[in-house]
């Protein structure tokens, strides 16, 4: 069972940030937020994954709230290729395997 | 280069027959695993494998065994094709079994 409520879909301008919530209410203190993205007929890519603090990498920055019940993935400059099925996992440290919801469905327009 | 590969990328088949999926790791990591996704598009994990050794087995029919020749590699071989076998195939690997996992292009299988 997923433990996190992303939006079913999203819109995003081509070239402005994409901000991505997620909440995860039931978060336990050991667990992860994790962030993979689907790209149309590829395999999940990892984005970025964070415990408590804010994460930035190459790709996004995470932005995890101070109680952490929610999330915030940001695409600071949206484009094309980012159009994707964008997923957020609770996943405890110590577990093996990550629970894919059904995601956010971003679509990223010219 | 690329880190996590399948073959093949498509596999069309007949209902009964016996097939396998191929996947190779070059990232040096110990695990492995295999996620299913289907047509409604949710992914679940069938297998993992740490060390050459199945450590997981998501209550998968018997009619799957995954094979690990080495630590680079996971082979899905599939007995007695259903037509709910249809689906997705992604292999996955990570450096520990509680670490990032990166992910194959995934193969799709299709049973007729």
Redesign the interface.
């Known amino acids: 069972d997923a433990k996190t409520t992303q939006p079913p879909s999203m819109d995003c301008a081509e070239g402005r940030a994409a901000n991505l919530p997620c909440n995860h209410s039931t978060i336990s203190g050991n667990e992860y937020v ?1 962030w993979y993205r689907q790209i149309h ?6 984005i970025i ?1 964070g415990l408590k603090n804010n994460e930035t990498n190459e790709m996004a920055s995470l932005i995890i709230t101070e109680d952490r019940k929610s999330s915030t993935l940001i695409l600071p400059h949206a484009t094309l290729r980012d159009t994707a ?1 964008y997923y957020c996992i609770v996943r405890v ?10 995601g956010t469905t971003v679509t990223v327009r010219a | 280069d690329t880190a996590v590969s399948q073959t093949p990328k498509y596999l069309v088949t007949q209902m009964g027959n016996d097939k396998s999926i191929k996947c190779e790791q070059n990232l040096g990591h110990d695990t492995m695993y295999w996620y299913k996704q289907d047509s409604k598009k949710f992914l679940k994990i069938m297998f993992s494998y740490n060390n050459k050794e199945l450590i997981i087995n998501e209550t998968v029919p018997n009619r799957f065994s995954p094979k690990s020749p080495d630590k680079a590699h996971l082979n899905l071989h599939i007995n007695s094709l259903e037509l709910g076998d249809s689906a997705v195939y992604f292999c996955a690997s990570s450096r520990t079994d509680t670490d990032t996992q990166y992910f194959g292009p995934g193969t799709r299988l299709t049973v007729l």
């Open positions: 994790y007929s590829q395999g999940p890519q990892y994954h099925v440290a110590y577990d093996y395997k990550l629970s894919f919801g059904a």
